[in-house]
């Protein structure tokens, strides 16, 4: 069972470049997530995307846009990368489908992205 | 918006049983999360509370009180293995909040 998968597992940047990491998930979860971990800081909501075609905003958006290619895909893109950009990135997917449901996430192994 | 507040350390001996607490201040709240993270791993979910009270799943319970604001989590005949960050979320709409996490280090 693949569950989650991202890639890439690392990768090195130079300030300005651009780059989508790329998320997909086999468990055919409505809800996907992309989160930032920042040592001391926890998990951070970047964006979500509740079903496919929607997407929204989540605690710090700023500096990344996300597609939700189909069911399976939800990409993260960085257009112009900074340093404060640098951090480990985790997409999640859960089967999270009304307003008051909170079913687990499950969470792919992370990218670990450096920007120079 | 949601906060959440947990320690950020606890330590304990092999075979113990440890608590880490976690308090939310939250609109719209509908449970309690917790999920443990290994270095240089993926989190991965523990336990959900909804309803106040205790729920056990093998060595690992979940408390919460809603009136309290309060929730917890209890590790039983505590292992090496158990030596990870312990996070609380709260959940609401789609979208749990995550505490900083709490690191647990099991000493032998």
């Known amino acids: 069972n693949a569950g989650v998968t991202q890639t890439p597992k690392f990768q090195v940047l130079k300030t300005g470049q651009s780059m989508t990491l790329q998320c997909a998930q086999d468990?055919?979860?409505?809800?996907m997530y992309w989160y930032r971990q920042d040592p001391g800081m926890g998990l951070r909501l970047i964006y979500y995307?509740?079903?496919?075609?929607?997407?929204d905003k989540g605690e710090v958006p700023n500096g990344y846009n996300v597609s939700r290619l189909n069911k399976r895909e939800f990409s993260l893109r960085l257009e112009s990368a900074a340093p404060s950009q640098t951090s480990v990135y985790f997409c999640?997917?859960?089967?999270?489908?009304?307003?008051?449901?909170?079913?687990?996430?499950?969470f792919g192994d992370g990218t670990r992205l450096s920007i120079l | 918006g949601q906060s959440l507040e947990q320690p950020s350390e606890v330590t304990a001996v092999e075979g113990a049983i440890v608590q880490i607490n976690c308090t939310y201040q939250t609109s719209g709240f509908y449970g309690l999360s917790w999920y443990q993270q290994h270095d240089g791993g993926a989190p991965t979910f523990l336990s959900y509370?909804?309803?106040?009270g205790l729920e056990e799943t093998g060595r690992f319970s979940s408390f919460l009180s809603r009136s309290d604001s309060y929730g917890y989590l209890l590790l039983q005949e505590l292992q090496m293995k158990d030596s990870a960050s312990y996070f609380c979320?709260?959940?609401?709409?789609?979208?749990?909040?995550f505490g900083r996490g709490t690191s647990l280090i099991v000493h032998p």
């Open positions: 509370n909804a309803l106040d």
């Open positions: 999640a997917s859960s089967e999270a489908n009304s307003l008051y449901s909170n079913q687990p996430q499950h």
């Open positions: 979320a709260a959940g609401g709409s789609y979208i749990p909040t």
């Open positions: 995307s509740a079903s496919e075609g929607t997407t």
């Open positions: 468990m055919n979860h409505n809800s």
